[in-house]
């Protein structure tokens, strides 16, 4: 497979280091991916051994990628990267007792603020994890009162552009919700609907038996008079105005009056 080629590419300052970390194009979603190498190469962890860890593993191998990053020197080259999302599962699998004694305190300090000082670089724009900022932020200047109010509606306007998402997620499936019922009601005859139109076309084809049995004896078309009894008698104006509750009703008085000239019922 060939490598993928970034959108965006980032130098994100992590204390004393500079993590590399790109943003591509994939399936039609933008992921953030970042290159293994250096990280090891910050922790003084072998590259190859981690390497091959990654290949062993289940879940990593099946997200691992290789990304076209610039780096300097050397300019363009494809590097092993890995989603930002299973950066914190590459640190958690490295253990302290690979490490010396100057790296272990680097490694957890990776392993507790590495993915979320990544995601804010592309998500809110802080770029550096620097603790110095973090001490600035507890003082109470304008320039602070003012970064944390657009901190707060960035948060904001993101938990509405989600909620928003959700309500209309919602509403899409209440109104599927409301046409589905709709369909069953108008299958099932709700009671104070019409009769459904299979129950029309049973009313329709019983008052054709009757007029055509009536026809035989008065030799006349029948059809109007069947038809205008049956409206009087259940104040309709057609039969597909029929309550579906007097469905019975009508198709057995339509029944009996059948019988009433033939003897018989053939509906």
Not at 81 to 99: H, K, N, Q, T
Not at 139 to 160: F, G, H, P, W
Request: proline fraction near 4%.
């Amino acid at each position: 497979m060939s490598a993928l080629t970034p959108v965006e590419q980032r130098q994100v300052a992590f204390y004393d280091d500079q993590i590399t970390a790109v943003l591509v194009e994939l399936d039609g979603k933008r992921e953030i991916f970042v290159p293994i190498r250096p990280i090891c190469d910050f922790l003084g962890v072998a590259w190859d051994p981690q390497r091959r860890r990654i290949n062993r593993d289940l879940v990593l191998s099946g997200e691992v990628k290789g990304v076209t990053v610039t780096v300097t020197p050397g300019g363009r080259q494809e590097m092993v990267c890995l989603p930002l999302d299973y950066i914190s599962g590459f640190l958690f699998g490295i253990s302290a007792s690979r490490v010396n004694d100057e790296a272990r305190d680097r490694l957890v300090r990776y392993q507790r603020e590495c993915y979320k000082v990544l995601a804010e670089a592309f998500q809110e724009g802080r770029l550096t994890a620097d603790p110095v900022l973090d001490d600035l932020l507890q003082s109470d200047t304008e320039a602070v009162q003012a970064y944390k109010i657009l901190q707060a509606m960035v948060k904001l306007a993101r938990n509405q552009i989600l909620l928003e998402a959700q309500m209309e997620s919602h509403a899409a499936r209440l109104t599927d919700h409301d046409q589905r019922l709709e369909e069953l009601e108008s299958t099932l005859g709700h009671a104070g609907r019409t009769v459904t139109p299979d129950q029309a076309s049973q009313i329709s084809q019983a008052v054709k038996a009757v007029a055509i049995a009536l026809g035989n004896q008065t030799k006349r078309n029948e059809f109007g008079a069947v038809y205008g009894e049956l409206y009087r008698k259940f104040g309709i104006t057609s039969y597909k105005l029929l309550p579906a509750k007097q469905f019975d009703e009508a198709l057995g008085f339509l029944t009996e009056w059948h019988q009433s000239i033939v003897g018989r019922a053939p509906f």
